[in-house]
């Protein structure tokens, strides 16, 4: 195979293989509405208790959450690679790619369960890299094919098997006499030499940036993508999920309020796991000051520990509501069931 169509493969690899990445998120947030509406509905089947995740399996998991990020970062350079085009708004664009980073990690977080900073610290970068490197080189891509449509007349004839690679190596042989160095290398330093202006798109007063100015103003822009997808996979990777199935605590249940003067016997009857008396003393809107119970745990597997958390609500001077915690209860996965079929969460 010759220097050509390996060039076309990886191109053809570049483009094609985020949208891969695209649909097995779409088929896994999907998978998650199913079970959603299945726990709703109550028609969902009792599973069998889970197993740890084998290392096996968590090698495995931890190489798909790399692709995904990989793949997706992809995705998000091609599409605003290709809205630049048209319009491109200063350090607007870079905290949106970041945004998009961000979700795209979310999932790698979820599917590997990962924790700690320094597995962040790479997923956010290899995203960073992914988003920034296919922005850059899916312009270089646009220029050749933008020579391909000057030299050969429709995009049929253009995009030819035949007539791309002449295009391509035209460009490559200018970019070498211009810069010293052909492919994209020698296309980022074109850019650098000649280089662009910032402002308000829609005004003639903007600032060049040239030379040295450009590099600093590429490792400004690739520094917001990175701050802003570390930032949203920080605070993910922080909250509680499920070690059984990996999902994310869908935050805490209102179960309910009393008014304070039962506060001992709330308290007696959590230590003793009478459910059903506790109940008995819940009301959905209890008058200030109360004390009320909130519910912490997974929502779709109902095999790990949960919290029972039981906290004093009152009003500060201002009249504003404040809440201090009482106890806090760590349940047992057949505890925590036994407690939501006695009571059951307040909806917001």
Sequence with gaps: MDTDSLCAVAVGSILGLPFIALAVIIRFKKSKKIKSLEKETGIAKRSKPLKPVGPVRAVFNSSLATAIVALGGALIGIVTGLASSFIYIVFLFPLVMGYAGGKVLAGAIQL????????LILMSLLAAVAIYGTFHYGKYVSLQIGMSLEMFHGLTQALDDENFPV??????????EETGHSGFIGYMLLRANEGISIGRFYSSNRVNLNSGLIWLYWVLEFGIILAVTFSMGRR???????ESCGNWYDGEKHLGGTVVANESRVLDLIRQKDFVELGKLLEENAEVPSMEMYFEGCQECDKSPSRLIVRRASLDPKGRLQFTDA???VLPPGESTLLLDQ?????S
């Design 236 to 242: 993910l990777s922080g909250m509680p999920f499920c």
């Design 343 to 347: 009571i059951k969460p307040i909806r």
């Design 167 to 176: 295009a391509r190596a035209v460009v490559d042989y200018a970019l070498k």
């Design 327 to 329: 106890s806090q209860t």
């Design 112 to 119: 590997a369960r990962i924790r700690k900073t320094y597995p």
